[in-house]
């Protein structure tokens, strides 16, 4: 198993992560929380860090990190808070972070920004060189008019959520007049502008992705395969309800049917948005291609997400695939240093 001893440049972690609400009362594809953890995963993370040898400390919110920041200087943020409606919500820990001078991993408040806007990192992604579908945008309910001969099947998407939220079957359209009724909907729902994309058919699949020096730097495609459908997403969306039903789904690892000029492409996004520290390029996979949907900094630590699941497909532990995220792109303000040798190592 490809595991070692690793020593860390600082004492202890600092989780930044909210909880989600046990029951919420209304389909899974409305509820804004999606982004947020539950208390299993917590727990399995910060057992983990503490088998790696460091303290742990649990915060719920960026403000409540901001009350304490002056007790962790010597310890690293690493943040999967996931907000609610604001869509800004996904830069205030690492804007938090750089107005404290605190260690963190993951991108800075701009690039958690540029990812989570999928316009934006479309665009990225299709000057880097990847595949990327056609898509219109939609910002009021006069722009509705502008999808009139937007060819069928396409997806209706919000443009600043992630984890499918927003995003049921019923967003997959087929037919004129239920895109539009669709899209009016969301635009109420949501407030917020409404991406028009695509539908591609092929694997679903995530190109998983943990940055740092060359001993922890690790890569990972990643295919969702639904049960035994092999087929499935060249019919389905992964959508909410999908991503919650891990008991149907399973992740199979394909890094060597990528091609070289894909992998070449999204080491570039990374390089444009970066550094990102750990996260997923997500895609849909036919005839050889990559065809770039979002990416995810931060992407779920669950142990029986895609992302771990990733890895332990090529034989880590769940242990030793943390480790490599906290030694991850590590962010230190100019005067800071990770080599600080008064700060003891992990293990």
């Known amino acids: 198993m490809p595991s070692s001893p690793h020593s860390f440049p600082f004492r202890g972690v600092a989780i930044v992560a909210d909880i989600m609400s046990d029951a919420e009362e209304m389909p899974v594809h409305r509820r804004r929380d999606l982004e947020q953890n539950d208390e299993e995963t917590l727990g399995s993370l910060r057992g983990a860090i503490q088998q790696l040898g460091l303290a742990v400390y649990h915060y719920d919110s ?6 304490r920041a002056d007790l962790h200087a010597n310890d690293v943020v690493l943040s999967i808070y996931g907000g609610s409606i604001s869509r800004s919500r996904m830069a205030l820990v690492p804007a938090v972070c750089e107005a404290f001078g605190l260690r963190y991993i993951g991108p800075d408040a701009f690039g958690r920004i540029m990812c989570q806007d999928k316009e934006v990192s479309k665009a990225v992604a299709r000057e880097c060189g990847l595949k990327v579908a056609p898509q219109r945008i939609v910002r009021n309910e006069e722009d509705i008019s502008r999808v009139s001969d937007f060819p069928l099947p396409y997806v209706v998407k919000p443009m600043w959520e992630g984890s499918s939220i927003g995003i049921a079957e019923e967003n997959l359209v087929t037919a004129r007049h239920h895109g539009e009724s669709t899209i009016r909907d969301m635009l ?5 502008p409404i991406m028009v994309e695509a539908f591609v058919a092929g694997r679903e699949v995530s190109w998983c992705f943990i940055e740092g020096a060359p001993d922890c730097r690790t890569r990972s495609l990643a295919e969702i395969v639904w049960g035994n459908e092999t087929d ?7 959508d909410a309800a999908h991503k919650l039903s891990h008991d149907v789904s399973s992740v199979k690892s394909i890094t060597a049917e990528l091609e070289q000029h894909d992998a070449i492409a999204m080491e570039q996004v990374l390089q444009v948005v970066g550094p990102l520290g750990y996260g997923r390029i997500d895609g849909k996979f036919g005839d050889g291609h990559f065809v770039f949907l979002e990416i995810t900094p931060d992407a779920w630590l669950g142990t029986s997400g895609t992302f771990v699941s990733s890895f332990r497909e090529l034989g880590f532990s769940f242990e030793e695939v943390i480790a490599r995220v906290l030694l991850s792109t590590v962010r230190v303000l100019p005067g800071r240093s990770t080599n600080d040798s008064s700060i003891p190592g992990g293990i």
Request: net charge neutral; charged share 20%; glycine share 0%.
């Open 188 to 192: 109420k729902t949501f407030a917020q």
């Open 62 to 67: 960026p403000k409540a990190l901001a009350e």
């Open 232 to 238: 499935h997403f060249d019919h389905h969306l992964y």
